[in-house]
Every structure is written in C-alpha cells, then in structure tokens.
C-alpha cells in the first residue's frame, strides 16, 4: 500500500515556474515506477511524465518536453515536477501516482496508487 500527497501547486503568470512534490508512505517507494497526470475542467485525465523506478529512464508527453523534468529521490520517498515556462493550457489539476509495473507506464490503468492532486492555474 502506498499513499501519495502532492504540493507545490498554485497561481502563476504565464512563462513562470512551478516545483510539484509527491511524498509518498511505506518503505517500498524505490520499488515504484511514478507518474505524473493532470486533468482540466471537462476533459480526461492525460498523461504528463513518468520516471522508473530507479530514476534511469523518463518519459514525457510531447507538449511538456524541454519545459517540464521528473525527478525522484528514493531516500526521501517524493518525486518532483519542475514545469519551467508554463503555458495557460497547463491549468490543470495534477496528480501523482505509483505503479508496480516495470518500465515507464504511461496509461493511468498502469497506476494502482493515486494522490488527491494539487491545483495549477497559469494565467495569461
């Protein structure tokens, strides 16, 4: 069992920045491949970045690569989300989540454990 609290999101102009944590419980997080989701008002949940479980390989959808950088840091059980440059069709609410699957998932059915997400608003 993993239980995940996501911070870092709030209000921000367009072009600025934003740093996402996700700590999670238990002392299995190392185990863990994690991803990054968001979801706006009247549309689906949409993958946003993942990272293995050992932090060697991510992975990121198109619109967020160069601007965006998962990250995780085992000893501390919290993987981050730096979003660099961000864009009003950022606005969303973002959320965490751990999956027991090898690789770097990137279908929500992938993800058996979810945070209960924090709010970004970019405006313009």
């Known amino acids: 069992q993993v239980q995940l609290v996501e911070s870092g999101g709030g209000l921000v102009q367009a072009g600025g920045s934003l740093r996402l944590s996700c700590a999670a419980s238990?002392?299995?997080?190392?185990?863990?491949?994690m991803g990054w989701f968001r979801q706006a008002p009247g549309k689906e949940r949409e993958f946003v970045a993942a990272i293995s479980y050992s932090a060697s390989g991510t992975y990121y959808t198109d619109s967020v690569k160069g601007r965006f950088i998962i990250s995780r840091d085992n000893a501390e059980n919290t993987v981050y989300l730096q979003m660099n440059s961000l864009k009003p069709e950022d606005t969303a609410r973002y959320y965490c989540?751990?999956?027991?699957?090898?690789?770097?998932?990137?279908?929500?059915?992938?993800?058996?454990?979810w945070g209960q997400g924090t709010q970004v608003t970019v405006s313009s």
């Open positions: 238990g002392r299995t997080f190392s185990s863990y491949a």
């Open positions: 989540a751990a999956s027991i699957q090898g690789g770097i998932p990137i279908r929500p059915y992938s993800y058996a454990y």
